[in-house]
């Protein structure tokens, strides 16, 4: 059987050059609906030949039939995408990679769609083809790069899920101009909360559940995920909720966090580490003593919470759990400094997250009242820059990335040996 080559009559180029900008105008604006149906004008264009059209006959590189069909294919599949229609992105994205095998995009699109229908092993697949063709995009790379955690993650039956305000959160319908004032503070801030989920047992914890509670129940609830308890890095109000720092303090609006999930899901507790619950209740008096279960450095947690049984109000003491592939077990690290009772969360010993203790080349502020800065000397360099090197840290907070590795800080950053005098110079610098 002869291969079949697609091919459009010459006087035509104009109307599908002209069709494919239109496509690209409207995408840019955001209108994608408008933009697959230009792009469908521009393919209608083509037909297919049973002989190879003569590359010389062109002179645009770009105009050559097969090289414009795959990248309208490949536009095309975008707007799908963002139409949420992935079946036809899909179709468009394998189009686009059979017309040009050796072009990254195609592949790309590919991943895209097999990432958000959860078809990891498949993205991963399609990320790696893309990242072979183009070794410098670094959109590819960090999706790539993604993709083998999450399969990872899979192994050891975790999930994490990494929520920022403003992305995954705070959608802006049905707010009070207030509410916004709150949610744009909220995106200014650049928190993040984290969901850990045990697959097996489709339970989780949710960490420094702020700013959108209704929003954070109903992530959980799209993914058939029931929240089994409460973690709190540190008491400060951007994590857990409760009455905004000035200026906003003065429209007696408060921000959603722990005491609204609290009472929302009554069976539920909150490990916090006893030195931070009295800021917790300074903010959030209305929650009740008994809510709180308390975390000391070393103590365990492991989903499914059945697991638990027996441990009694202070949660673990030492440990020496290791996952089975179906545990999930998390650590309590207590890291003071940037508040008495921070503490950091080491989960499966592979994932950290951080709170406010260890940002990407920096840690959290130390000029707080009851900040201490020996003590944020002695968390970084004698805690977690004990950690292993290949350590994932997931910080509380996107100052300059979303993840870095306990390597990456003990070269570039905070964990780097150092004195603590050379500390203690450095971080009154900032
Ligand atoms: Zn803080």
């Known amino acids: 059987m002869s291969q079949s080559y697609p091919c459009y009559k010459p006087d035509v180029l104009q109307d599908i050059l002209k069709a494919k900008e239109r496509g690209t105008e409207a995408y840019k604006k955001g209108q994608y609906g408008a933009a697959s149906a230009e792009y469908s004008k521009a393919i209608a264009n083509f037909s297919t030949a049973p002989i190879p059209v003569d590359p010389e ?69 399609a ?64 928190n993040f909360i984290y969901l850990v989920e045990n697959l097996a047992s489709k339970e989780c914890l949710v960490v420094d559940a702020c700013w959108d509670i209704d929003g954070i129940i109903k992530f959980a609830q799209k993914r058939g995920l029931k929240i089994v308890g409460a973690i709190a890095t540190h008491y400060h109000v951007d994590h857990v909720g ?49 809510r709180f279960s308390h975390t000391e ?73 009851d900040s201490d800065r020996d003590k944020m000397y002695h968390s970084l360099q004698h805690k977690l820059a004990t950690l292993p090197d290949d350590v994932i840290v997931y910080p509380g907070h996107n100052y300059g990335g979303e993840m870095t590795t306990i390597e990456n800080e003990r070269e570039h950053g905070l964990l780097r040996p150092k004195s603590k005098d050379d500390f203690l110079r450095e971080v009154s610098n900032t």
């Open 297 to 369: 450095d070393g103590g365990t947690l492991c989903l499914p919470m059945s697991l638990n049984i027996g441990l009694g109000g202070t949660v673990g003491g030492q440990s020496d759990h290791v996952s089975d592939g179906r545990s999930t077990i998390m650590q309590f690290i207590h890291t003071p400094g940037h508040t008495p009772g921070s503490q950091c969360v080491l989960i499966n010993g592979c994932k950290l997250l951080s709170g406010d203790t260890l940002f990407m080349g920096a840690c959290g502020r130390v000029d707080f009242p």
């Open 57 to 125: 006959s062109t002179t645009d590189p770009k105009a050559e039939p097969t090289v414009l069909l795959g990248t309208l294919k490949s536009n095309r599949s975008a707007s799908y995408f963002n139409e949420k229609k992935y079946e036809d992105a899909l179709k468009d994205a394998d189009d686009a990679v059979r017309l040009r095998p050796d072009w990254a995009k195609g592949y790309f699109r590919r991943a895209e769609v097999y990432r958000v229908l959860a078809r990891h092993s498949d993205a991963l697949e």
């Open 242 to 290: 409760g009455l905004p720092p000035p200026p906003f303090d003065r429209y007696r609006v408060r921000v959603d966090g722990l005491a609204k999930l609290l009472k929302k899901l009554p069976k539920i507790k909150a490990y916090v580490n006893p030195a931070d619950i009295p800021g917790i209740l300074k903010a959030n008096p209305e929650i009740p003593q008994d």
């Open 127 to 190: 990320y790696e083809a893309a990242h072979q063709r183009d070794v410098r995009d670094r959109l590819i790379l960090e999706r790539l790069t993604k993709t083998k955690i999450i399969l990872k993650d899979a192994s050891m039956g975790v999930a994490l899920h990494q929520l920022a305000p403003g992305r995954d959160l705070c959608q802006k319908s049905f707010m009070t101009p207030i509410q916004n004032m709150i949610f744009e503070y909220a995106v200014q801030m650049r």
